[in-house]
């Protein structure tokens, strides 16, 4: 078993779309980024990337790559768990922290976890997306940036089979 970490944050700009899980959530204000911004799909992907040594996000999407310019962030996620699975892994579970003043993530978050689940194909069960305020302190608090925390779980595949 190997476990992933990671945290983002983008700003909140006017004339962006606000996307988090691949949803998008009505609100006056968009992320800044040079992909479609969505901070908790690339928190999932880079933890997922984390759990076993295989980089970063900026490493392997770089920002200097027209390519990338305005790409959907379920692109990212899928390319990197197919490098998990690659090396022979699986994910067990997914929790993530959506951490955002405004807009309320309540209403959206069982969306959320149902679009995760698809980008994935992973049962919803294994993913769990939480939300929390800052409590009106510093960047996010003050309602200039939304951030994204997750921790994933992997394990290695197995061939045996158990009766």
Known sequence: MRIGHSWDIHRLVEG????????????????LGHSDADC???S????????????????????TDMAN??????????KCYQMVLEKGYYICNIDSTI????????????????????????DID?????????????????KKAIACETVVLVDKKSNLVLL
């Open 16 to 31: 962006r779309k606000l996307i988090l899980g691949g949803v998008e959530i009505p609100h006056e204000v968009g992320l």
């Open 40 to 42: 908790l799909l690339h």
């Open 44 to 63: 999932i992907a880079e933890a997922l990337l984390g759990s076993l040594a295989l980089g970063d996000l900026g490493a392997i999407f770089p920002d």
């Open 69 to 78: 310019k305005d790409l959907d962030s379920s692109f990212i996620l899928r």
């Open 99 to 122: 951490y955002a003043e405004k807009p309320k993530m309540r209403p959206f978050v069982d969306y959320i976890r149902k679009s995760i689940s698809e980008i994935l194909q992973l």
């Open 126 to 142: 294994k993913i769990s997306v939480k939300a929390t305020t800052h409590e009106k302190l510093g960047p996010i608090g003050e």
